[in-house]
């Protein structure tokens, strides 16, 4: 969680440059065991699974019988028996900002502000679940045949969602702010929509992951969560939000601070934003 955390940490295409860095890899390793004792080459995912390692090699991708198992009516329970583990890990991202959001409604009903912070605090727990997913997954060596589509999904409701509902509960609250915050939930729907279909034209390096970000990724709107949690530890909420209302009891009302929303949400959809990752 874009943070070097990216929706394209669990892609499963394989350019023709990674492959030709894993034969390197292996006929060096082969020439250097010649005659010696030493332990068996692991594979290139297994050699850098690790929770806390930093590169990150793709997975192969799932073979015909994981695809069979999802698409035939001959095995019952289906969906849940194939999920991995990764994947349960990434519901637990998506469960994360659903509880947000409850804990937003909690706070409008009863107006006591440590719903307001839970709910903040929620949002960063499915950053950590965000992070895990696709390391739990080279950790164990499986790919999934859902993955990135449940990864995209779940941040768009923890990172997208959530953050906007966040903003609306602290008093962002007229029709500009509420249009603004649509804006920016449905640039960030787009923009997982894109990766999605671009990932695998996107130039990779030579592990096979993407040399960047295009556009900014969904788990940069922690910035604007930070922001809104250090509000609410101020008491800067509802009638109290920096810089009052714009054209207040006018027509087109609005909170400067959206603006910021709305700044973020094209940044998300930009096509010329392409930010290097680490």
Same mark, same amino acid.
């Given at each position: &969680?874009?943070?070097?955390?990216?929706?394209?940490s669990?892609?499963?295409?394989?350019?023709?440059?990674? +492959?030709?860095?894993?034969?390197?890899?292996?006929? =060096? =390793?082969?020439?250097? =065991?010649?005659?010696?004792?030493?332990?068996?080459?692991?594979?290139?995912s297994?050699?850098?699974?690790?929770?806390?390692?930093?590169?990150?090699?793709?997975?192969?991708?799932?073979?015909?019988?994981?695809?069979?198992k999802?698409?035939?009516?001959?095995?019952?329970?289906? &969906?849940?028996? =194939?999920l991995?583990? *990764?994947?349960?890990?990434?519901?637990?991202?998506?469960?994360?900002?659903f509880?947000?959001?409850?804990?937003?409604?909690?706070?409008?009903?009863?107006?006591?502000?440590?719903?307001?912070?839970?709910?903040?605090?929620?949002?960063?727990?499915?950053?950590?679940?965000?992070?895990?997913?696709?390391?739990?997954?080279?950790?164990?060596?499986?790919?999934?045949?859902?993955?990135?589509?449940?990864?995209?999904?779940?941040?768009?409701?923890? +990172?997208?969602?959530?953050? *906007?509902?966040?903003?609306?509960?602290?008093?962002?609250?007229?029709?500009?702010?509420?249009?603004?915050?649509?804006?920016?939930?449905?640039?960030?729907?787009?923009?997982? *929509?894109?990766?999605?279909?671009?990932? *695998?034209?996107?130039?990779?390096?030579?592990?096979?992951?993407?040399?960047?970000?295009?556009?900014?990724?969904?788990?940069?709107?922690?910035?604007?969560?930070?922001?809104?949690?250090?509000?609410?530890?101020?008491?800067?909420?509802?009638?109290?939000?920096p810089?009052?209302?714009?054209?207040?009891?006018?027509?087109?009302?609005?909170?400067?601070?959206?603006?910021?929303?709305?700044?973020?949400?094209?940044? &998300?959809?930009?096509?010329?934003?392409?930010?290097?990752?680490?």
């Amino acid at each position: &969680m874009d943070i070097a955390i990216d929706d394209s940490s669990r892609e499963f295409n394989r350019s023709d440059l990674e +492959f030709e860095f894993r034969e390197g890899l292996y006929g =060096n =390793n082969r020439e250097n =065991n010649q005659g010696g004792d030493e332990e068996p080459l692991q594979s290139l995912s297994r050699r850098a699974s690790s929770i806390f390692s930093i590169t990150a090699p793709p997975l192969n991708p799932p073979d015909e019988t994981d695809i069979q198992k999802f698409t035939s009516d001959d095995f019952h329970f289906s &969906m849940l028996r =194939n999920l991995h583990l *990764a994947d349960f890990i990434t519901m637990m991202n998506c469960f994360s900002g659903f509880y947000s959001i409850i804990s937003c409604l909690r706070f409008t009903l009863t107006g006591k502000p440590h719903y307001v912070q839970r709910a903040h605090f929620f949002i960063f727990l499915g950053m950590c679940f965000d992070f895990l997913d696709g390391k739990v997954a080279r950790l164990r060596n499986r790919s999934s045949l859902m993955g990135q589509e449940l990864d995209s999904l779940a941040d768009l409701v923890s +990172f997208g969602v959530a953050p *906007a509902v966040i903003a609306f509960a602290i008093g962002f609250q007229t029709t500009l702010d509420v249009l603004t915050l649509s804006y920016f939930v449905l640039c960030g729907l787009a923009r997982l *929509a894109r990766f999605n279909v671009t990932v *695998a034209q996107l130039p990779k390096d030579v592990s096979g992951k993407s040399k960047y970000f295009e556009g900014l990724p969904m788990p940069t709107t922690l910035g604007l969560v930070a922001a809104m949690a250090f509000l609410v530890n101020r008491g800067l909420i509802l009638e109290d939000l920096p810089f009052s209302i714009f054209r207040k009891g006018k027509y087109f009302e609005f909170h400067p601070g959206i603006i910021v929303f709305f700044l973020h949400g094209c940044g &998300m959809i930009s096509k010329s934003l392409k930010i290097p990752k680490p």
